[in-house]
């Protein structure tokens, strides 16, 4: 079983800085673990689709981001930690929303799409205000 939990939210102001973490356990029944995964990072607002923030691809090389955060969050991993995280600065009101890692644990390759992922976080509120 593959777990993920999400940490570092919370009520921040327009312009300040969160640093998301997801710490990572298990292995799947084939037996990967962590370092072979992709990660991601999508993002729900309340009477919203979630939608795509942030990719990484298994080693880190890869990464993707929505149009919406490109150029203000960055996602990042230590494999020896399982760890990924998100960087957020420049937040904006429309930032707020419950943020949710999720883990690709099949082929590495990083996705922007939910189907693409096997395991999810509970995820953490993210508030921005103006």
């Known amino acids: 079983q593959v777990q993920l939990a999400e940490s570092g939210g919370g009520l921040v102001q327009v312009g300040a800085s969160l640093r998301l973490s997801c710490t990572v356990s298990?292995?799947?029944?084939?037996?990967?673990?962590?370092?072979?995964?992709?990660m991601g990072w999508f993002r729900q607002a309340p009477g919203k689709e979630r939608e795509f923030v942030a990719s990484?691809?298994?080693?880190?090389?890869?990464?993707t981001y929505a149009a919406s955060v490109t150029g203000r969050f960055t996602i990042s991993r230590d494999n020896a930690k399982n760890m990924v995280y998100l960087q957020m600065n420049s937040l904006k009101p429309e930032d707020t929303a419950v943020y949710y890692c999720?883990?690709?644990?099949?082929?590495?390759?990083?996705?922007?799409?939910?189907?693409?992922?096997?395991?999810w976080g509970q995820g953490t509120q993210v508030t921005v205000s103006s």
């Open positions: 999720a883990a690709e644990t099949y082929f590495g390759v990083l996705s922007t799409r939910e189907s693409g992922y096997e395991f």
């Open positions: 298990g292995r799947t029944t084939s037996g990967r673990t962590f370092s072979s995964y992709a």
């Open positions: 990484i691809s298994y080693t880190g090389a890869s990464t």
